[in-house]
């Protein structure tokens, strides 16, 4: 059974939750956690923040993050302003890093802030100067961060509607020439969900889902951890 309530843009889905469960927590790792009502206030505010600093919709913007609440925060707070993600390993090499940043024409960079000195050196050898954000431990230290972002920005988040758009770029792990990006849309991410997790899975607000598999994959197991939790009667996820 298709549940199509489950595809809908990522704006809707959190107010979604963010009304019916605000006090739950949505998402936790061995940092932080997050309820469904924070998701929603700071994803929203990340993603006002991102507008006002330049992003438009279409832009792209790398997650070069390892699994957590914040890589969670940065893909929805992206989405919300209309950017097309670009999700890297956190483990990839300077030059899988470089050529995904310069073939996507990634003009923002979310990344730890352990991460400044790398990420600086690729964009200078490589030639591009993007806005560089940081998440995480030493993040305030080392520039723009997502905490600062999450503030009150005094502006609505951009909140485009339209979730056949592109919204994401996948690279393929180039086994048999170089890694191509595939365009995906936020539709085909969340039909996952409402095909198969949110049926076959029977899933209820009373179960816990971990999620070790990477976040930056495309394959059914990653993308159900990053989107199929704002889906209605979905489910804390421990990442």
Known sequence: MLHVDLIAPIATLLDRHAKKRPEQVAYWDATRS?????LADRTASIAANLAKAGLKEG???????????DWIEACF??????AVVVPISFDA??????YRLVD??????????????????????AGISPSVIFAGAGADEAGPSMANLAGTSGAPAPDPDDIDRSAFIIYTSGTTGRAKGVLLSIRGMLWISAACWGSMGE?????????????FQSGPESSKSAC???APGSTPSAL
């Open 104 to 125: 996507a024409d990634c003009g923002f960079v979310v990344t730890a802030g352990a991460r400044k000195e790398i990420v600086g050196k690729i964009c200078r050898d």
């Open 228 to 230: 199929f939790q704002v």
């Open 203 to 215: 899933l209820s607000d009373k179960d816990v889902v971990r999620s070790p598999l990477p976040l």
């Open 59 to 69: 832009d792209r913007l790398a997650i070069y993050l390892p699994n957590g609440v």
């Open 93 to 98: 090499a300077e030059g899988e890093i470089s």
């Open 77 to 82: 707070a992206a989405l919300r302003a209309g």
């Open 34 to 38: 997050v309820t469904y009502a924070q």
